[in-house]
């Protein structure tokens, strides 16, 4: 496994608990409209992104990322930086 597939797995894990409709989660999934997320859901899960990844995500990186894969290749991106 390398260590992107363990970035979308762990990611993946931060997801399920704001996934209220259950929807399959691929590279592809988008925040806004497959998981129908508001802004304080995304609020609430950067948050919890960045507590998990010891990481910031600014503002301007986070009105880029739409999808999963983005935001994989954001954290990975991030820690490596860290």
Not at 11 to 18: G, Q
Not at 34 to 50: C, G, I, K, Q, R
Not at 59 to 72: C, F, P, R, S
């Amino acid at each position: 496994m390398t260590t992107r597939d363990q970035t979308f797995a762990r990611v993946a894990e931060l997801i399920e608990p704001f996934n209220k409709k259950g929807v399959p989660l691929a590279e592809q999934t988008r925040f806004a409209t497959d998981l129908e997320w508001d802004s304080l859901t995304v609020m609430d899960f950067v948050a919890a992104v960045e507590d998990e990844f010891d990481i910031l995500i600014t503002m301007n990186m986070q009105a880029q990322i739409e999808t999963v894969g983005q935001l994989v290749d954001a954290v990975d991106t991030l820690k490596a930086k860290a």
